[in-house]
């Protein structure tokens, strides 16, 4: 399923970026590594790709079978889901507005782009456009959706 070598090159990077993260919340003298002023890590289309199968297949989402990213230029994220409605509203009953249940129904694809930014150490992100097949979706109920998953707000995604 996942070539031994890629995913210890993926599982690497993400290890580095959650010490990193675990390290930015306590106190310096507890810090094993120095600060530095700026950090740059870069991850691949592919290395995200990986990392969300192993995480879905580590830790399933009801409702969500896959997830594909693409990563474009002054950040810019699409993303491609397949997910099947009626778990998620069996899992969380309510979660789909009644308006919206007659269409959003069964197994399908949506497609989440998104445009994230960074300040003051928070990162947020706002939905650009979201589609379910050719419909598109209200952009608070596609945050609403990813709140409900996370258990963040795009307000403050780094909690």
């Known amino acids: 399923m996942?070539?031994?070598v890629e995913m210890k090159i993926s599982m690497q990077k993400v290890g580095?970026?959650?010490?990193?993260?675990a390290a930015s919340r306590l106190p310096a003298a507890?810090?094993?590594i120095p600060p530095v002023a700026?950090?740059?890590l870069a991850l691949s289309d592919?290395?995200?790709n990986e990392y969300m199968r192993y995480v879905l297949l580590m830790r399933p989402r009801p409702g969500l079978d896959s997830v594909t990213v693409k990563i474009f230029p002054h950040n810019y994220v699409s993303t491609f889901m397949v997910v099947d409605f009626d778990a998620v509203e069996r899992w969380k009953p309510g979660t789909i507005p009644a308006l919206l249940r007659h269409i959003l129904r069964g197994k399908q694809?949506?497609?989440?782009?998104y445009r994230f930014t960074a300040a003051d150490s928070r990162l947020t992100?706002?939905?650009e456009k979201a589609y379910y097949d050719k419909i598109r979706l209200?952009?608070?109920f596609v945050e609403k959706m990813i709140e409900l998953y996370t258990g963040k707000s795009s307000a403050g995604a780094n909690r």
């Open 125 to 127: 992100f706002s939905v």
């Open 46 to 48: 592919d290395e995200i």
């Open 138 to 140: 209200p952009a608070f």
């Open 38 to 40: 700026h950090f740059a």
């Open 30 to 32: 507890d810090v094993s």
């Open 16 to 21: 580095l970026v959650l010490a990193l993260m």
């Open 109 to 113: 694809s949506v497609w989440v782009d």
């Open 2 to 4: 996942f070539g031994k």
